[in-house]
């Protein structure tokens, strides 16, 4: 299997865009965010302010549009508690 990480990149409580990424995304020295390798364009991207990072390790089914395995957005998921966020950075 291989790992992929998902960048979100948040504005007004809601996603407003997405990134993949095969290696672990680099925190930015202020901590303000974070820089990567897109895989939709092998380009370096930089976010700064709101973001968040999931690890897949799965199938491309898994990973589109960022859903998790059972096929809802995170937010939707009735199973997952507002406690089980991991801090990465």
């Known amino acids: 299997m291989k790992t992929v990480y998902v ?3 948040w504005s007004g ?5 997405k990134w993949k990424s095969e290696l ?5 020295e202020q901590g303000t965010g974070v820089s990567f ?3 939709g364009t092998h380009l ?6 709101s973001i ?3 690890e ?3 199938g491309k089914e898994e990973l589109e549009m960022g859903l998790n395995p059972a096929g809802y957005a995170d937010d939707d998921d009735p199973s997952r508690k507002k406690g089980n966020v991991e801090r990465l950075f």
Not at 24 to 28: A, F, H, K
Not at 44 to 49: D, K, L, P, Y
């Open 56 to 58: 897949y390790e799965s």
């Open 13 to 17: 409580g809601r996603p407003a865009k």
């Open 52 to 54: 968040s990072i999931e």
């Open 37 to 39: 390798i897109s895989i």
């Open 7 to 9: 960048i979100t990149m």
């Open 24 to 28: 672990l995304p680099d925190p930015l």
């Open 44 to 49: 370096r991207v930089t976010v700064i302010g």
